[in-house]
Nanobody
Framework: QVQLVESGGGLVQPGGSLRLSCAAS????????IGWYRQAPGKQRELVAF????????NYADSVKGRFTISRDNAKRTVFLQMNNLRPEDTAVYYC???????????WGQGTQVTVSS
C-alpha cells in the first residue's frame, strides 16, 4: 500500500514561492494518480492540482491556474507542487492524496501548513 507524506510548507510573503513535496513509500507508486488538496480554516477541502500516473496529464483549479505547477518524478516516488505568486487566500493545510483508477483514497496524512502573510 502506498503511503504519502507531505512536506515543504512554511510562512511566505504575498508574491513569494514555495515548493511542496509528496513522498511515497510502499506499494507501486506509478499505478496512482496524485492530487494536491488544500483546506483553509472553516472551509471544505478542495482539489487544487492533479497529475496522472505518467505525468503527461495535469489539471488545476481555476484559483491556482497559471501560478501552481504539479509534477512528478516516478523514479524518486515524489510529486511536487511548485507554488508561485502566492496570495493570502492560498493559506491552508495542503495534502496530497492518491487515486487508483477513479477511486480516491480516504486515508489522509497530516498535511503541510502554508501561510501567506506579510
Amino acid at each position: 500500500q502506498v503511503q504519502l507524506v507531505e512536506s515543504g510548507g512554511g510562512l511566505v510573503q504575498p508574491g513569494g514561492s514555495l515548493r511542496l513535496s509528496c513522498a511515497a513509500s510502499g506499494g507501486v507508486f506509478i499505478n496512482y494518480n496524485i492530487g494536491w488538496y488544500r483546506q483553509a480554516p472553516g472551509k471544505q477541502r478542495e482539489l487544487v492540482a492533479f497529475i496522472e500516473t505518467t505525468g503527461r496529464r495535469t489539471n488545476y483549479a481555476d484559483s491556482v491556474k497559471g501560478r501552481f505547477t504539479i509534477s512528478r518524478d516516478n523514479a524518486k516516488r515524489t510529486v511536487f507542487l511548485q507554488m508561485n505568486n502566492l496570495r493570502p487566500e492560498d493559506t491552508a493545510v495542503y495534502y496530497c492524496q492518491k487515486q487508483y483508477g477513479k477511486i480516491w483514497s480516504d486515508n489522509w496524512g497530516q498535511g503541510t501548513q502554508v501561510t501567506v502573510s506579510s
